[in-house]
Structures are given as C-alpha cells and as structure tokens.
C-alpha cells in the first residue's frame, strides 16, 4: 500500500514538474511559469477584492500630510538598511550618505515623519540584501511569485528573512503591534502604487508577463545602481531592418 | 533700388542654407531641450494638471514623437516575425505600437507635478552613431531614472528605445508580443494591441 501511494506522489510530482517544463519554453528565467501564474491569479484576486479598496479608501480618507508621514517613517527605517547593505558592498560614501539621511530624518524630521534630508539635496539610494547578494556576484536566479507578497527571484527570496526583519514591524514586541503595522505598511505601498498599477493595466498585453519582465529588468538595473552592462543581442534582433532614413 | 532687393534676397538665401547645415543638434541637448519643453507645459498647463491625459497625450504626439524612430522601434520589439508580416501588417503593427507608446509616456508624464529633467554626462564618441542618453528626473523623493536610445539618421538624432526606471521599453515588449504572435500570429498581435488601444481609450 505505501509503495504504491508513493510511486502515486512520485508520479504526480513528475507531471508537475512535466508541466512546468513545458511552460518553460516560453522564457529561459521562468521554469516555474505554472505556479508563478496560479499565484499571480491569486494575488489579483486579493488585490481587486481586498487591498486595492482599502488602499482607494485610505489615500481618500486620510490626509496627505498624515500619509506622507506614515510612508516616511517606514522610508526612515528602509534608509537605514540600505546604508548596512551599502557598507557590506563596498560603498562607504554611499552609506555615509544614507546615514546621514537617517540621522537628519529622525533628529530634524521628528522621528523620520519629514523628509527633511531630501529637501537639503541629500538623495535616497535605495539598496536591500537581494542586491547585495547581486551585487557579490549570485544571479537572481528564476522569477518566482508568493502568495501576497508578490514578485520575486530565488535570489530576492533568500533575501527576504533579512530584508523584512529592517521593518518597524519586525521590531515591535506583541504581536498585536506587529500585525497593525504590516498592515499599514502594506496599505501605504499599495497606495503608493496605486496609479502604477492602473497604468499597467493600460499598457500590458499580458499582465503576468509585463510584471514579470518588468520586475527582472529592474533588480539588475537596481544591482548594477541604473547602469547595467548590456545583454547580449539575441537572435531575434538580429533579423530587425536597419533605420530606414526618413 | 532693384539691385538692394537682389542682394537682400540672395543673403536670406545664403542664411537660410546656413540653418539648414546647422540643423543637426548633439543628442543630449536634443533630449534636454525636449525633456525641459515637456515638462514645462506639464507644469504649467492648468488642464493637464488637472489630468486630462488626452491633452497630455497630444503634447508628447507633437513634441516627443517626431524625434523617435518608430520603424526600427516596432521591427525590434517584435523581432524576427517582423519579416514575415506584409508591409500592410507593418504599418498597422507601428500604427498600434504608437499609440499605446505615447500613452505609456503621458501616463507617466501625470505624475510630474515640480520635477525637474537633469541630464548626465554623456558617454560617446564624437563619431558614434548609436548613443545612450541619461536623464534623471528629480523631485520629492528618489529621483527616476529615464534614458534614451538614439541613433543618427541623417543629419538628425532619433529615439529607439526608452528606458525608465532600469526597464528597457522595446526589451520589455518583446516577450510580451513573441507569447501573442506564438499564439494568434502577427495578425493576432495587431488585434490585442488595437483591443487594448481601444479599451485604454474609453477611460
């Protein structure tokens, strides 16, 4: 009995993995295409019945000095850790530079509520462990999609314990302080993107497709800080017809 | 009295001919004269800022467009089936790809609101004939990286490729329209991009 029960998850696992295979010849960095898709389904899903109204409803309700200082005291938090990463990349000016963004913040800009740094011309470079780890040389790996979460590489996925444990709410006591503040840092971003993400639905012919490219095309962007090498031509581009003088 | 009329005409002759071989501005400062024109009217327009993303839409068609090659961008972002389709299909696919590129760029454009347009140094030979044009727009918060792709056609420079935020346009397209033409064929493509052109349109 168990052996047969066993060739039968044996069995259903190499189908899964037969139909992940053959989802795989659309694109080399996404073997993981049939999963990756079931959870974007599911991320919309959530998204259009939960996250986006309460996203609408917050940026209608409350006013845009109280978001602003809610987006810029979760920003302060993420200024400091992109210091840390840039100091374990080997940029210290850079850090000393987010550094002092986190110090003018806190101390001028009332607990980080002001982004008075920016205004002084201090600029924010953001960095997180993903990139630090790209930029020690570990490819981003392929394109992988988690429940709520959202986009990610198994690059960006080893990162995440560490990259979530900079948030304010990692460092609160009880849990009940923990789960509001996820939460409100979930609905700032989500506000945040809120105008993104109608343009995105205007403009991608296939959504899954756009955001991931999308997504990819930027975590080598950001590890590369906006100034990638060039990938090599495929084959495809060669074939285009050279500028015809107009 | 007509001797003064015929040297005057011949002068105005001689200076215009002498714009005409003076036409050819560098890249970037095609690219900041542009950039800053753009968003200056952003600014300053009442109705834009209010979003009307139609008149947005029309500025970038009469300011942006005349300076991007569309041809080589289409052929690109649809790569080797760009062979196989009729010029008639050609035409239509650009025609398409037109519309949904300028309401990419307007889409972003509603969002300046006191940006402002900083270029970086360029990276090229005097001689090159592809080059990368970098910009950065500032404003509140981290600045939004945006460059350009041009190359030299004639005695003009014209855009190819758009990159914003670290995401090449044409790269970014190009698995989007190989999954659709995989599936429909060219003429599938040109019907997804018109369906999405449309539904965009109503809103």
């Excluded at chain 1, 993981?32 to 991320?43: A, D, H, M, P, S």
């Excluded at chain 1, 304010?168 to 409100?184: F, Q, V």
């Excluded at chain 2, 758009?162 to 970014?172: A, P, T, Y």
């Amino acid at each position: 009995m168990s052996l047969r029960s066993n060739l039968r998850t044996g069995a259903a696992g190499l189908v899964l993995l037969a139909a992940a295979g053959a989802a795989s010849a659309q694109s080399a960095n996404d073997p993981l295409e049939g999963w990756n898709r079931v959870v974007f389904g599911f991320n919309e899903g959530l998204d259009a019945a939960v996250l986006k109204p309460v996203a609408t409803g917050y940026k209608a309700v409350v006013p845009e000095l109280v978001r602003s200082g809610v987006s810029n005291v979760f920003a302060n938090f993420g200024d400091g850790w992109s210091a840390i990463n840039q100091l374990l990349q080997g940029k210290p000016v850079a850090a000393a530079q987010m550094t002092m963004r986190v110090a003018t913040n806190t101390l001028f800009g009332i607990g980080g509520l002001f982004d008075v740094a920016s205004d002084l011309g201090i600029e924010r470079q953001q960095e997180d462990f993903g990139q630090t780890l790209g930029r020690w040389g570990l490819p981003a790996g392929p394109y992988i999609v988690w429940p709520l979460l959202g986009p990610s590489s198994i690059r960006d996925t080893a990162a995440m314990p560490l990259d979530l444990s900079w948030r304010p709410a990692a460092l609160s006591h009880d849990d009940a302080t923990r789960y509001g503040l996820s939460t409100l840092q979930l609905i700032d971003v989500r506000a945040g993107l809120l105008t993104a993400g109608r343009l995105v639905d205007e403009i991608a012919l296939d959504k899954y497709v756009f955001i991931r490219d999308g997504y990819l095309a930027r975590r080598r962007s950001l590890v590369y800080d906006g100034d990638p090498p060039e990938l090599p031509e495929s084959n495809d581009s060669k074939d285009a017809p050279p500028a015809a003088p107009k | 009295m007509l001797f003064k009329q015929v040297i005057s005409a011949l002068s105005m002759t001689l200076a215009l001919g002498a714009t005409q071989a003076q036409s050819a501005v560098a890249p970037d400062a095609l690219i900041k004269q542009v950039s800053t024109e753009v968003i200056d009217i952003v600014k300053s327009d009442k109705a834009i800022q209010a979003g009307d993303v139609g008149k947005i839409v029309t500025l970038v068609d009469t300011k942006v467009m005349p300076h991007v090659n569309f041809q080589r961008m289409t052929a690109s972002a649809v790569g080797r089936h760009w062979r196989t389709a009729t010029p008639e299909q050609q035409k239509r696919l650009q025609d398409e790809f037109k519309i949904l590129i300028v309401r990419t760029y307007a889409g972003a454009l509603t969002q300046v609101k006191d940006q402002t347009v900083q270029l970086k140094p360029l990276r090229a030979g005097a001689d090159d004939p592809e080059v990368v044009v970098r910009t950065e727009v500032k404003g509140k918060g981290e600045p939004i990286q945006l460059d350009y792709r041009l190359e030299k056609s004639g005695s003009e420079w014209k855009i190819y490729d758009v990159n914003v935020l670290g995401v090449w346009l044409v790269e970014q397209y190009k698995s989007s329209f190989a999954q659709e033409i995989g599936s429909a064929g060219v003429e599938g493509l040109i019907a997804k991009l018109a369906e999405r052109n449309k539904a965009a349109a109503k809103t």
